[in-house]
């Protein structure tokens, strides 16, 4: 039930551009995006719904692909801010779940 | 307007002893999820509260336990601890009434717990 997320890290040079992936064995409702820096809580960057277009927010956007369960974030041009651990988690429209979230993905920009 | 606030940050403990963690939500939010942080297994979900009254549980034995509020400050109690226990434990607020994949939740930093 656990989604999936690939690769579990990633180092880029400022710049460069990365594709966190997230799929899901169990037909979703949404994608939540989350942040987590060293020592800080996760923080959450978007939402896509089932039905929904796709979100970003300055370099960093996301799809949604609803027949085959799946969800890519793009980040592009990369900054050293970008760093850290990004989670996905995934969500059913009712039948009271909670969210489920991936392992993680580590990504580090160095200079 | 105050974040989701955990205490304590950080704590010790020994094998056997027990632990209460705190979480005060977000000023509203009447929702709180605990969720169990280790390494290389992400979050796995505790518990979510609403109102008092546990509304979801995740498979984790019965030494997990927790309780919310009137004020909806929520505590998660973990008995007879096991050095297996040892991992970050988020809490995280919603305003939402309902549990639905369209909730967005809001975490605290944590409190780290490291079992000896």
């Known amino acids: 039930q656990q989604p999936v997320q690939s690769p579990q890290a990633v180092i880029l040079r400022e710049g460069e551009d990365a594709v966190i992936n997230c799929s899901s064995s169990?037909?979703?409702?949404?994608v939540h995006w989350y942040r987590q820096k060293h020592g800080e809580a996760p923080v959450f960057l978007m939402i896509l719904l089932k039905g929904g277009e796709q979100k970003g927010h300055e370099k960093i956007s996301a799809s949604f692909n609803e027949k085959k369960q799946q969800s890519s974030l793009y980040l592009t041009a990369s900054q050293l801010s970008y760093s850290g651990t990004y989670f996905c988690g995934t969500g059913r429209l009712s039948g009271n779940t909670p969210l489920v979230f991936g392992k993680g993905t580590r990504l580090s920009v160095i200079a | 307007k105050a974040g989701v606030t955990q205490t304590p940050r950080y704590l010790i403990k020994t094998r056997g002893q027990q632990v209460t963690l705190s979480c005060s939500p977000i000023s509203g939010h009447r929702s709180v999820s605990w969720y169990q942080q280790t390494p290389g297994q992400g979050l796995q979900f505790l518990f979510e509260y609403f109102s008092e009254t546990q509304r979801n549980k995740g498979n984790f034995p019965g030494r997990f336990s927790g309780r919310q509020f009137s004020n909806s400050r929520s505590e998660m109690n973990v008995s007879t601890l096991e050095l297996g226990d040892s991992a970050l434990y988020l809490c995280?607020?919603?305003?939402?009434?309902?549990?639905?994949?369209?909730?967005?939740?809001?975490f605290g930093a944590g409190s780290r717990l490291t079992v000896l």
């Open positions: 995280a607020s919603s305003s939402s009434g309902t549990t639905s994949g369209a909730n967005v939740l809001t």
């Open positions: 169990k037909a979703l409702y949404s």
